[in-house]
């Protein structure tokens, strides 16, 4: 039996005509008649799996959405992009292009992930981010205090990083682990080490 079905309601979205989607049995936290967001054809989104397309957000062109991936808010997801895994876009992210986003990784806010980019793991892309291409985003798994993940990615005004719950700029986080590690301690020198290869990695 298939998850969901396109419904009459229809959006505009840069001239093609999108259907929202109605479930047609419960999976994971969705239930059988909930209404989802919007999709060009039932081919943008898997009738397998816990994947859904929420709220207002919107797939279309040949933009794939499955596993247990999630896609909210009024975000957009289109071109050839495919989000699949346990990855989440949300807010008012934009993911088009050839891009990939997988794993665990989170695109959220204002983020824009375009081109041939590739945000898999549990890299998390948020704020201004400007991912077009693999060379635009690096991440660093298992550090800092928590074991947790350090993403660092070009924005419209220089580094972006995400670590945790904060957001900010690569100034700003060092400023943060000064003043919460100091530099001198194990963890400070570690993240002043990953934040120096992101920039050798970002800047041009």
Do not use: P
């Not at 919107?58 to 992009?81: K, Q, T």
Request: charged share 20%; aromatic share 10%.
């Amino acid at each position: 039996m298939k998850k969901f079905e396109r419904t009459a309601e229809t959006a505009n979205h840069f001239g093609d005509t999108l259907y929202r989607i109605k479930a047609l049995k419960d999976f994971g936290n969705v239930k059988a008649g909930d209404l989802g967001g919007f999709v060009s054809t039932e081919s943008n989104l898997s009738q397998d799996g816990l994947s859904w397309v929420s709220g207002n957000a919107r797939v279309s062109g040949n933009a794939w959405v499955s596993g247990n991936a999630r896609v909210s808010g009024n975000a957009w997801v289109s071109g050839n992009a495919w989000v699949s895994g346990n990855a989440w876009v949300s807010g008012d992210a934009r993911v088009s292009g050839n891009a990939w986003v997988s794993g665990n990784a989170w695109v959220s806010g204002n983020a824009r992930v375009s081109g041939n980019a590739w945000v898999s793991g549990d890299a998390w892309v948020s704020g201004d981010a400007r991912v077009e291409s693999v060379d635009d985003i690096v991440w660093f798994t298992n550090v800092g205090s928590e074991n947790g993940t350090l993403t660092a990615y070009k924005a419209e005004n220089g580094i972006l990083v995400t670590r945790g719950c904060f957001l900010g700029s690569d100034v700003d986080f060092l400023e943060e682990v000064a003043a919460r590690h100091g530099m001198d301690s194990k963890i400070g020198r570690e993240y002043r080490l990953l934040i120096d290869v992101a920039r050798s990695r970002l800047q041009d």
